[in-house]
């Protein structure tokens, strides 16, 4: 069943292959904004929007494409569902990424600390993704990549958890400032939530394979 829905034409492979694509930019971006948070690098965190960008464009082919005809009628829905699931991760990566720029790169070590273990963890989960993703068309079990994924956010519920602790005790300079920061801690902790759901679609279109 798989090899004749996703293999059938060269309309759906070119398909898969921009969409491990896209999956694949999330995970350089989100190389580049953990490199960004460790080394305090403005120009690693440039590179987020700018592969944003280029990740927007092959979203557009993607959803084109696909309402062109590509695959079955009823899972055309679904795929594209997953797609602009994965965009919004990029979205609040780039959003993260923009209230970084604005305090300066500079957080308290302890805050740091702990946003990089999520900045690493998200990095763990877009790889995840896209090993998912490309389970769908093997032989391996899907189960076990979802639920590393699962497992992958719970973590990053609790260093979220502390995270705002710590937040919560901590003095600010001024009110905008503090708002940058919260936006900042917020924006960063949603993506490990939008990768799940992204990986729920897959268990979707699984099922839907049936």
């Not at 994965?86 to 209230?99: C, N």
């Not at 979220?160 to 710590?166: A, E, N, S, W």
């Not at 300079?173 to 897959?202: C, P, Q």
Request: aromatic share 10%; glycine share 4%; net charge negative.
């Amino acid at each position: 069943m798989l090899e004749n829905v996703f293999f059938g034409g060269k309309t759906e492979q070119k398909v898969i292959e921009k969409i491990k694509k896209h999956i694949q930019i999330l995970c350089a971006a989100s190389v580049c904004f953990k490199k960004a948070l460790e080394d305090r690098d403005k120009e690693q965190l440039y590179c987020v929007p700018d592969l944003e960008r280029e990740a927007d464009s092959i979203r557009r082919e993607i959803v084109s494409t696909i309402y062109e005809g590509a695959f079955l009628p009823y899972l055309r829905s679904n795929i594209c569902r997953f797609v602009e699931i994965v965009d919004d991760a990029f979205d609040l990566l780039e959003d993260a990424a923009s209230e970084l720029e604005y305090i300066g790169l500079k957080l308290d070590q302890e805050i740091e600390e702990d946003c990089i273990r999520i900045a690493d963890i998200n990095l763990k989960m877009s790889e995840m993704l896209l090993i998912a993703f490309e389970t769908l068309f093997g032989k391996g079990d899907l189960r076990e990549k979802t639920l590393a994924i699962r497992i992958y956010e719970k973590q990053v519920d609790e260093i979220k958890f502390d995270l705002i602790k710590k937040l919560s005790e901590k003095e600010v300079r001024n009110f905008w400032h503090g708002k940058m920061l919260s936006d900042f801690i917020s924006f960063h902790t949603r993506i490990s939530d939008v990768i799940e759901d992204a990986s729920d679609y897959l268990h979707i279109i699984n099922i839907s394979l049936r």
